[in-house]
């Protein structure tokens, strides 16, 4: 199996777009990412991506997420789920 670990995404969605494009290329299994997600230039932005990224794929809420866990991601509100 193999996996992508992705984290300290920190709302930067030009990298996120990238890194997405060479994992799908890559064919892995499942990608986690690995918390502090949202915080950072464009975290709407990156939260829209990942909540429609289809893949296998696991989250795991990192310190700099639990203020989009409670609803203050600027303009819109997202399900955020911790595991």
Same mark, same amino acid.
């Given at each position: 199996? $193999? !996996?992508? *670990?992705? @984290?300290? !995404?920190?709302?930067?969605?030009?990298?996120?777009?990238? #890194?997405?494009?060479? *994992?799908?290329? +890559?064919?892995v299994?499942? #990608?986690v990412?690995?918390?502090? #997600?949202?915080?950072?230039?464009?975290? #709407?932005?990156? !939260?829209? *991506?990942?909540?429609?990224?289809?893949?296998?794929? $696991?989250? *795991? &809420?990192?310190?700099?997420?639990?203020?989009a866990g409670?609803g203050? +991601? $600027? $303009?819109?509100?997202?399900?955020? &789920?911790? @595991?």
């Open positions: 199996m $193999r !996996i992508a *670990v992705l @984290c300290d !995404i920190h709302g930067n969605l030009p990298a996120l777009e990238a #890194v997405l494009s060479e *994992v799908e290329s +890559v064919g299994d499942l #990608v990412f690995g918390g502090d #997600v949202a915080a950072g230039p464009m975290p #709407v932005e990156t !939260i829209e *991506v990942l909540a429609g990224y289809t893949s296998p794929s $696991r989250f *795991v &809420r990192g310190n700099a997420d639990s203020t409670r203050r +991601v $600027r $303009r819109r509100t997202y399900g955020w &789920r911790p @595991c």
